[in-house]
């Protein structure tokens, strides 16, 4: 079965520093992944997905993701926090076994300080 | 359109109360999703429609009973909830029940008194 992994359930950076949000898939067949960002009190908001092509994704408020099929992984980056981007984040996998499903990582709160 | 609505965004009742939470899209998709999420937890799916039929049921108590009048329109119905059931209720939708994507709504935020 497919499983997806967030290390950091939270991470804290400055206002202006990078973001780096990890997460790696495990799944027998070439998965789709995906990132939403959740705010307090609201629902989610899709971020990037990788589904074929191009490894490098781009999503919305700078954000992107590389697919890296030999370290398994889909981590989320962002040249430059801003205090709006504070929320949590989750990666989220589909496909193979988990077919019309999507897999959830345990979720990523970040922080950020001026 | 692009987005997932749902009504009422808070509820309130007590356990031998009977409630509905309403999801609508207006994007065309044939798959509608029910998820519940506990404070600090990922969404846990509850069931899937593909075309305005029941797909899975992940072991949901039958106090809940999800309906799919037709393809724009979903609906949880609620019935004898325990107080554990207080949760944030997301609706989802996606072009259909594949790999694709899933559109999430803002919730419905219940308390179970």
Same mark, same amino acid.
């Given at each position: 079965a497919q499983s997806v992994t967030q290390l950091g359930s939270h991470v804290s950076v400055s206002e202006g520093a990078l973001v780096l949000l990890r997460c790696n898939y495990s799944s027998s067949v070439p998965p789709y992944l995906f990132w939403y960002v959740q705010y307090p009190n609201q629902g989610l908001q899709l971020l990037l997905k990788y589904t074929t092509?191009?490894?490098?994704v781009k999503g919305i408020n700078g954000f992107e993701a590389e697919f890296k099929k030999s370290e398994t992984s889909f981590h989320l980056t962002k040249p430059s926090a801003h205090m709006s981007d504070a929320a949590e984040y989750f990666c989220a996998g589909a496909g193979g076994t988990s077919y019309g499903k999507l897999t959830f990582g345990q979720g990523t709160i970040l922080t950020v300080h001026p | 359109d692009t987005e997932v609505t749902q009504t009422p965004k808070h509820l309130v009742m007590g356990m031998t109360n009977k409630k509905s939470l309403k999801c609508e899209q207006h994007?065309?998709?044939r798959a509608m999703y029910w998820y519940k999420q506990k404070a600090k937890k990922p969404p846990e799916l509850m069931f899937v429609y593909s075309y305005e039929k029941?797909?899975?049921?992940?072991?949901? $108590?039958?106090r809940f009973s999800p309906e799919c009048p037709n393809s724009s329109l979903l609906n949880l119905h609620l019935h004898?909830?325990? $107080?554990?059931?207080s949760a944030l209720y997301l609706c989802a939708s996606g072009p259909?029940?594949?790999t694709d994507t899933q559109y999430f709504g803002p919730g419905t935020r219940l308390t179970v008194l």
């Open positions: 092509g191009a490894t490098l | 994007m065309g998709h029941l797909s899975i049921n992940e072991s949901v $108590p039958s004898a909830l325990q $107080p554990e059931d259909d029940f594949s």
